[in-house]
């Protein structure tokens, strides 16, 4: 039964396999995942499969010496479809060699350079029509021109539509595979039209990224409300409906999924492609979210122990969500982590590459969850916590997205002066905008360490006399104007009130309090962070000498921070251009480590402390 | 990037695997397609995992010493789920250790020993519930006891109803698998109730058979007219209603469906189980009726070049075809090898090893196409021609299946002398009754070598009073009266007319110039045959000497010819019982050689010479 095998190794790649004597180099390279092009169907006569034996012997076959110039005999060179195994080998293969959808293209795309190897691959074939010498099925005619390697099973819907497909459009168009399945031969050449759809789905917001998976490159971006927002700000009510209404769950995932269509609807038509060619949707959201959005009970989520039905990523087609895309279009849903730990904070980890690094990183997203990730060691812990929707410009008063109108930017000397998104008239409250105010407010005195708004007579005697105005007394507290009526233009003045300060400070000292168990957890200091990476879907960043100062951050040197956007798109972007990207997001959503709060008596302790702001700003030494 | 691998060997099956230091031996097990038993999640508690380390080194771990006692420890044991490997090694599986679907069971259901390990396993949990200090996710949980390797993904149709089906039924049940997708969780302990149907699908007769999963023992089996005989006898009528019909392909579906549907009805009648614990049905047929049976259209087969849609196995579901038993069950269809060559030539030569010996075998499956098959050097080829349903008693005047009341042998001595089925009096003639009459006028001269019914007057003078009386002359041709009106007690005698002779002329010429044709192409003579493999659908066997005589089959003598009975059924069933089987059959699928008749100008030729009956019988010398 024993038989000897011989090692390959694949360069520039250094993947190696194990193969039986007499396998062609072709078989070899596939089972290294290496797909090697064959357009004439491995009959040894183009030429264009060719390797370079760089070590070891492999005598050319004839085929090899017909195909073949000498010279390139010389060098090593070898038809993969004809050459035979007979020994070990070390063998490079040109990239020109190489299937197309696998040739690496590198792209800027996602912030760094990555192979593009998306799930989906299109390819143009013009096939022989069947003859008397040439009677092979019609898949197995497709076969020579697209071997098994790349596409495998044929379903039974395209088995049923094929025989039509072909007979109607000669034996030609054009073959789309979806994660290895041939889904559809499109008449004529598309190859060039060929969408994906990457999905942040917040609690609050939802933002959608259409993306050229040709180029790697983005097309647009559309960011909606997440209409369930009308049953409650946090997920405990989203997971309630679903608990007590027999309904509930089919109803907000309609919601959801209605949302989702809204975007791509938005992104086709700012576009201009045909929603036929979008052939992938990638979703990242907490646990909560993405059951709900996959039509699955998320009601064990709603009580102790905090259960979740799945971690690993579910395998969904499009007509399985109501998804208004390609109908034979692809679903990939992020692996989740465990509690309310989901998928986005996988996404975060693929987007900042947290699982590459040997250095102890803080990784915090902002959201309506915030989610905390440290990774130390080469191991990663994460928590999520409560934060509420504050920092997205939910339940704040005069609250808004980071969209046209949008007070981004808020400095105070002397006066009040802001950035107003759009440069137009300031409308509300964004995010970053209410931790500038609330930070300018504490550094000027106009607000003490506790979170009470100062009365006029309270504050320093050197505030700036603009400043002292804008504190406006009524029914025992004080509010703070940020503009007056004439400003806005709309006839009502935009207020920070005392209440939207409390909601501020419940958001920061939520995420403060998991930052500080993480690293107690782990035996930290705060200045042992090498870095702070800061994610959320804000339009704006936040200043991050302004979330020291309120304290949602630990007091550490500004440059240590670094802003890094909606790490949860950029993750789902990711995965929609390279399978190895979801790959590495199953390892990370297995080896992370998932800590519960809900266990931790230290959390309330830490959180009633965090409630405090700090008194002075820690490391007011840098700038932000 | 080179990285040091060690060969793994694992007795008794001598499977190898290459892995990298530290994988665990459960890893390296899975790897080698080895499922080890973890009852306690691989927490080197129980001990169930134990494999014997026959040759290398691989030091206990502290689990294999609490766990092991220090005789097993001496011995070689280790625990698969905490031995790390640390070189090359031999290792020893004990079946104890298998999961409990691995285990090999040996079974005479298909007419020798074989493998048991069908792509539906049963598996009885009782999962730990959920807790503050255990919160994983629902599916995690159940990979506990069930790990990764046996199921892996988890469709979303489970993932919606896993969490409601383990909170109703607290966290236990029988978990069922198929094709290592998790499909159910069913209420109690249903593990024993595990059935599959295997359906030969022929162009005139069905018959399916209900097998125990467990046991691979045989349930019952039941037989069916396929009711497309109503648009025709042969499968190109089948598929001129396909191509000209714009619903044909659609009832020709449904008419076979609802077949299939009925047989399923009355075995599970018989057996007295439940249908929703069939969980597979495997079907073999030939292009036509597979391809119609799964709804894809077969137009393409009705002209030249004769080409089939698929020829790899489609991967099916029950709901996709209708089929009712268990509403996940799974459906195969067999493999096809190209023109009409179908699925059931593929199970015919899985059923006959065909693919695993070095003899030179030729394979005759008589059907209303028949299939040949020659297996010679390790090589196949196959062809298929156009019999006619003769063989199984249509189009014969008094033809009928080999049911009660069909006249299955005749003997002429003297006078008629015959068997009826279920010793009745004789309804009808089926195809070996048909065969052993004409093979008798052939001896006793009554028939001509051009297929004649001699006249009283014209028949041998030493032939028997009591023969000659039975040929009745009528409009100048003459008929043979098998039996009277009183005999058949139904006021209709039973007659062989000149044009059943013609039909069956025609149906054996047919096969025997394919025969010829495939020894011809190999340069073989018939004696050069070490064995003739004689198969079909029918309820008795042919003789063998009489389809010699009647020159079915060449000159060889009788004891190299066996008859092997339905093997496409036998196939199908093995298919049933055993993935291995249906791997099997994937290769053979891909590597016999199809011979396109309709491209052999000799085809004419030999089918007009073999429509003559030979002489005399040519082996005469052997008994039947």
Same mark, same amino acid.
């Given at each position: 039964?024993?038989?000897?095998?011989?090692?390959?190794?694949?360069? #520039?790649?250094?993947?190696?396999?194990?193969?039986?004597?007499?396998?062609?180099?072709?078989?070899?390279?596939?089972?290294?995942?290496?797909?090697?092009?064959?357009?004439?169907?491995?009959?040894?006569?183009?030429?264009?499969?060719?390797?370079?034996?760089?070590?070891?012997?492999?005598?050319?076959?004839?085929?090899?010496?017909?195909?073949?110039?000498?010279?390139?005999?010389?060098?090593?060179?070898?038809?993969?479809?004809?050459?035979?195994?007979?020994?070990?080998?070390?063998?490079?293969?040109?990239?020109?060699?190489?299937?197309?959808?696998?040739?690496?293209?590198?792209?800027?795309?996602?912030?760094?350079?990555?192979?593009?190897?998306?799930?989906?691959?299109?390819?143009?074939?013009?096939?022989?029509?069947?003859?008397?010498?040439?009677?092979?099925?019609?898949?197995?005619?497709?076969?020579?021109?697209? %071997?098994?390697?790349?596409?495998?099973?044929?379903?039974?819907?395209?088995?049923?539509?094929?025989?039509?497909?072909?007979?109607?459009?000669?034996?030609?168009?054009?073959?789309?595979?979806?994660?290895?399945?041939?889904?559809?031969?499109?008449?004529?050449?598309?190859?060039?039209?060929?969408?994906?759809?990457?999905?942040?789905?917040?609690?609050?917001?939802?933002?959608?990224?259409?993306?050229?998976?040709?180029?790697?490159?983005?097309?647009?971006?559309?960011?909606?409300?997440? #209409?369930?927002?009308?049953?409650?700000?946090?997920?405990?009510?989203?997971?309630?409906?679903?608990?007590?209404?027999?309904?509930?769950?089919?109803?907000?995932?309609?919601?959801?999924?209605?949302?989702?269509?809204?975007?791509?609807?938005?992104?086709?038509?700012?576009?201009?492609?045909?929603?036929?060619?979008?052939?992938?949707?990638?979703?990242?959201?907490?646990?909560?979210?993405?059951?709900?959005?996959?039509?699955?009970?998320?009601?064990?989520?709603?009580?102790?122990?905090?259960?979740?039905?799945?971690?690993?990523?579910?395998?969904?087609?499009?007509?399985?969500?109501?998804?208004?895309?390609?109908?034979?279009?692809?679903?990939?849903?992020?692996?989740?982590?465990?509690?309310?730990?989901?998928?986005?904070?996988?996404?975060?980890?693929?987007?900042?590459?947290?699982?590459?690094?040997?250095?102890?990183?803080?990784?915090?997203?902002?959201?309506?969850?915030?989610?905390?990730?440290?990774?130390?060691?080469?191991?990663?812990?994460?928590?999520?916590?409560?934060?509420?929707?504050?920092?997205?410009?939910?339940?704040?008063?005069?609250?808004?997205?980071?969209?046209?109108?949008?007070?981004?930017?808020?400095?105070?000397?002397?006066?009040?002066?802001?950035?107003?998104?759009?440069?137009?008239?300031?409308?509300?409250?964004?995010?970053?905008?209410?931790?500038?105010?609330?930070?300018?407010?504490?550094?000027?005195?106009?607000?003490?360490?506790?979170?009470?708004?100062?009365? %006029?007579?309270?504050? #320093?005697?050197?505030?700036? %006399?603009?400043?002292?105005?804008?504190?406006?007394?009524?029914?025992?507290?004080?509010?703070?104007?940020?503009?007056?009526?004439?400003?806005?233009?709309?006839?009502?003045?935009?207020?920070?009130?005392?209440?939207?300060?409390?909601?501020?400070?419940?958001?920061?000292?939520?995420?403060?309090?998991?930052?500080?168990?993480?690293?107690?957890?782990?035996?930290?200091?705060?200045?042992?962070?090498?870095?702070?990476?800061?994610?959320?879907?804000?339009?704006?960043?936040?200043?991050?000498?302004?979330?020291?100062?309120?304290?949602?951050?630990?007091?550490?040197?500004?440059?240590?921070?670094?802003?890094?956007?909606?790490?949860?798109?950029?993750?789902?972007?990711?995965?929609?251009?390279?399978?190895?990207?979801?790959?590495?997001?199953?390892?990370?959503?297995?080896?992370?480590?998932?800590?519960?709060?809900?266990?931790? %008596?230290?959390?309330?302790?830490?959180?009633?402390?965090?409630?405090?702001?700090?008194?002075?700003?820690?490391?007011?030494?840098?700038?932000?």
């Amino acid at each position: 039964m024993k038989r000897q095998e011989y090692k390959i190794i694949f360069e #520039p790649t250094g993947r190696q396999v194990f193969v039986l004597p007499g396998t062609i180099l072709l078989e070899a390279a596939a089972q290294a995942g290496l797909i090697i092009q064959t357009p004439c169907g491995g009959a040894g006569r183009c030429g264009k499969c060719r390797l370079k034996v760089i070590s070891g012997a492999c005598p050319p076959s004839a085929n090899c010496r017909t195909a073949l110039s000498e010279p390139d005999l010389a060098q090593g060179y070898r038809l993969a479809c004809h050459a035979k195994i007979q020994g070990n080998l070390v063998v490079e293969v040109p990239a020109t060699s190489l299937f197309e959808s696998q040739q690496q293209i590198l792209v800027q795309a996602t912030g760094e350079p990555m192979e593009l190897s998306p799930a989906i691959s299109k390819r143009f074939v013009e096939l022989e029509l069947p003859s008397q010498a040439d009677s092979r099925s019609d898949v197995e005619r497709l076969r020579t021109v697209i %071997p098994p390697l790349v596409f495998n099973p044929v379903g039974i819907r395209m088995l049923r539509l094929l025989p039509g497909i072909f007979r109607r459009q000669g034996f030609r168009g054009t073959a789309v595979i979806v994660d290895g399945e041939l889904v559809d031969v499109e008449p004529g050449n598309t190859t060039s039209l060929c969408y994906g759809v990457a999905v942040d789905i917040g609690t609050t917001t939802l933002v959608g990224t259409l993306v050229n998976l040709k180029t790697g490159l983005d097309m647009g971006v559309e960011a909606k409300i997440n #209409p369930q927002t009308s049953y409650g700000d946090d997920v405990i009510s989203r997971i309630r409906k679903c608990r007590e209404e027999a309904n509930g769950l089919a109803q907000l995932q309609r919601m959801i999924i209605g949302a989702v269509n809204d975007i791509v609807d938005a992104l086709v038509r700012a576009a201009g492609i045909d929603r036929v060619h979008i052939y992938e949707i990638v979703m990242a959201g907490n646990t909560t979210m993405q059951q709900i959005v996959c039509g699955i009970d998320p009601s064990a989520l709603g009580e102790l122990p905090f259960v979740p039905v799945f971690t690993d990523a579910p395998d969904l087609e499009s007509s399985d969500l109501g998804l208004d895309i390609n109908p034979c279009g692809k679903v990939y849903v992020f692996p989740q982590i465990g509690g309310f730990v989901g998928g986005d904070t996988v996404a975060g980890i693929v987007a900042s590459h947290l699982d590459r690094g040997t250095e102890t990183v803080l990784f915090v997203d902002i959201g309506t969850n915030g989610e905390i990730v440290l990774a130390h060691k080469g191991q990663m812990m994460a928590t999520s916590v409560a934060a509420g929707p504050a920092f997205e410009g939910a339940r704040i008063s005069c609250g808004m997205r980071a969209t046209n109108g949008a007070i981004e930017k808020v400095v105070m000397d002397g006066d009040l002066r802001m950035n107003v998104i759009g440069n137009t008239r300031p409308a509300g409250l964004c995010g970053s905008g209410l931790v500038d105010t609330v930070a300018e407010l504490l550094r000027t005195g106009l607000l003490d360490p506790t979170g009470r708004l100062r009365t %006029p007579d309270e504050i #320093p005697s050197d505030a700036p %006399p603009a400043l002292r105005k804008r504190l406006i007394e009524k029914d025992g507290h004080v509010d703070f104007m940020l503009a007056g009526k004439t400003e806005t233009g709309s006839g009502k003045s935009l207020l920070l009130t005392q209440r939207d300060v409390r909601e501020l400070q419940l958001a920061s000292a939520a995420i403060r309090a998991g930052i500080s168990i993480l690293l107690e957890m782990a035996g930290l200091q705060p200045m042992d962070l090498s870095r702070i990476l800061l994610a959320g879907g804000f339009g704006n960043f936040i200043r991050r000498n302004h979330a020291r100062r309120i304290g949602l951050l630990p007091p550490i040197p500004c440059e240590r921070i670094r802003f890094i956007g909606n790490a949860s798109s950029m993750g789902a972007k990711r995965a929609l251009l390279s399978v190895a990207e979801k790959q590495s997001a199953s390892v990370i959503a297995r080896s992370v480590r998932h800590v519960d709060l809900s266990l931790s %008596p230290e959390f309330q302790t830490e959180f009633s402390a965090a409630m405090l702001f700090p008194e002075d700003d820690p490391g007011k030494d840098c700038e932000g």
